[in-house]
């Protein structure tokens, strides 16, 4: 059935446009799916995008220890990842809290994000969380459907220095930078979440840092509901999310009885000097 369905959009797709579509087994899901990109188009449109990106959220945090450290744990939990990408992770200097992630793998967090942390197991779960909308497409399949398909191909066409790409890496990078900032759904969160759990777990680090940070920020949004408005437009947060974290830690058998919520963090120490840096880099 899901077969069928695949090659029913596709064959949609090819009557519109004269490009080259087709379905793919989703590496998170295992699900087929139509997908309307090639890989190589969708990391070109992340790469295409990251500057403008990059500069509207205040630019690199000007501190190179900083931004080793930052990609050092995103890479550990890259290295884990469902979909092999070449991941990139870089601290970005606006103090409003926000995670986000390209396609293709380009993942940026703030200053902002990384200030309300206490240690970095937390800095691993919204890393993990970020590379699992990447690893499940979920910025693809936003494009999919806010752009359609023969506007998408356009863009995509115009990415990584396809036909009609002098002049227009602008237009890309306005379009995928929008596509970024749009909300995830539900489902999307939960699939996220679950993977940062996932991944962040595989890669050593304890899971319960996923409920840590999400219960951080409830609690922070709770006290200055305006600075955390654009993170919970971006990625919606709510009570169910926490308790789904918080039961999935403590009832999935990759994770019952093996962790402790009260376990210190064994890198402490190297999360407090760098938060010390950032404090400096960014006064």
Same mark, same amino acid.
């Given at each position: ?5 695949c ?35 969708? =990391?070109?449109? $992340?790469?295409?995008? %990251?500057? #403008?990106? @990059? ?8 501190? /190179? +220890?900083?931004?080793?450290?930052v ?7 890259a290295?884990?990842?469902d ?25 940026? =967090?703030?200053? $902002?994000?990384?200030? %309300?942390? #206490?240690? @970095? ?8 969380? /970020? +590379? ?80 840590e ?22 990625h ?45 880099a960014?006064?």
């Open positions: 059935m899901r077969t069928r369905y090659l029913a959009l596709l064959l949609v797709a090819l009557t519109a446009l004269p490009i080259l579509a087709g379905c793919s087994v989703n590496p998170v899901t295992g699900r087929r799916e139509l997908v309307l990109i090639s890989e190589d188009q969708e =990391i070109a449109m $992340g790469k295409e995008a %990251a500057p #403008t990106f @990059e500069k509207e959220f205040g630019g690199r945090v000007p501190n /190179e +220890t900083l931004q080793a450290y990609n050092s744990v995103g890479q550990r939990v290295k884990v990842s979909r092999p990408m070449p991941y990139e992770y870089t601290l970005v200097a606006s103090d409003v809290p926000n995670a986000f992630a390209l396609p293709g793998g380009t993942i940026f =967090i703030t200053a $902002g994000l990384m200030r %309300a942390m #206490t240690n @970095e197991r937390q800095l691993a779960a919204v890393l993990g969380h /970020e +590379t699992g909308h990447v690893a499940a497409r979920h910025s693809v399949h936003q494009m999919q459907k806010q752009m359609g398909a023969q506007v998408l191909i356009e863009i995509a066409g115009r990415a990584g220095g396809g036909e009609g790409a002098a002049g227009a890496a602008g237009d890309v990078a306005k379009v995928v930078s929008s596509m970024a900032l749009l909300k995830y759904s539900r489902n999307d969160e939960y699939q996220a979440d679950d993977l940062g759990i996932k991944y962040a777990a595989q890669a050593g680090y304890n899971p319960w840092g996923m409920v940070l999400l219960t951080v920020l409830d609690s922070l949004h709770e006290k200055d509901p305006g600075r955390f408005d654009e993170l919970f437009q971006t919606p947060l709510s009570g169910n999310r926490i308790e789904r974290a918080r039961t999935t830690v403590q009832e999935d058998p990759a994770y019952k009885g093996r962790y402790s919520l009260a376990a210190p963090d064994p890198n402490q120490g190297t999360f407090q000097r760098m938060q010390a840096l950032l404090g400096k960014t006064k």
